[in-house]
């Protein structure tokens, strides 16, 4: 793990980690453990929901409610700095297919982005199978709606 700064954010550091979708891809993890896991780097067995841990999950796929849903966990809004106590720190990106679904990636050591979709493979490519550098504006294929960035640090609590 090493500390970043985000060039985004004035004063904002957080942590990326090497690429190691071995550790997701296994069979004991994989069908157990969503994107929301994969972007919060915490296995939880439970293919965790925002919210879930909180009783406050989201009532519709749609950005606000699954903002309001990740923020009961307590992630946090880009450039709302975590203090290093809060070590390791993620930087998670949340798209939204509307009324469908949505979809969480995390930013990893290289500059590029990681994602595990659902009970699938942890992966480092979107639907073109091109290397994610932006998740703004890869092929996301119906997740159309970029809701933002945020900060997850070790207080999140996930289930």
């Not at 550091?13 to 069908?31: I, L, T």
């Not at 919060?40 to 009532?59: L, M, Y």
């Not at 969480?104 to 500059?111: K, L, N, P, S, T």
Request: aromatic fraction near 12%; glycine fraction near 8%; proline fraction near 6%.
């Amino acid at each position: 793990i090493s500390t970043t700064h985000d060039d985004r954010c004035e004063r904002c550091d957080y942590e990326v980690s090497k690429f190691n979708p071995g550790f997701w891809n296994r069979p004991a993890v994989q069908p157990h453990n969503n994107c929301y896991n994969y972007a919060r780097n915490w296995r939880t067995d439970t293919f965790a929901q925002p919210g879930r841990a909180h009783g406050q999950q989201a009532s519709t796929m749609a950005c606000g409610a699954v903002t309001a849903a990740a923020m009961a966990d307590g992630l946090k809004h880009r450039c709302d700095c975590l203090p290093k106590s809060e070590f390791p720190r993620r930087l998670m990106a949340l798209v939204i297919w509307p009324g469908v679904d949505y979809h969480w990636y995390r930013h990893q050591r290289g500059g590029f982005w990681g994602h595990k979709p659902g009970q699938t493979a942890a992966r480092n490519v979107d639907n073109s199978n091109n290397l994610i550098s932006n998740p703004e504006t890869c092929n996301r294929g119906g997740y159309t709606d970029f809701c933002g960035y945020f900060y997850a640090g070790r207080s999140v609590v996930i289930n």
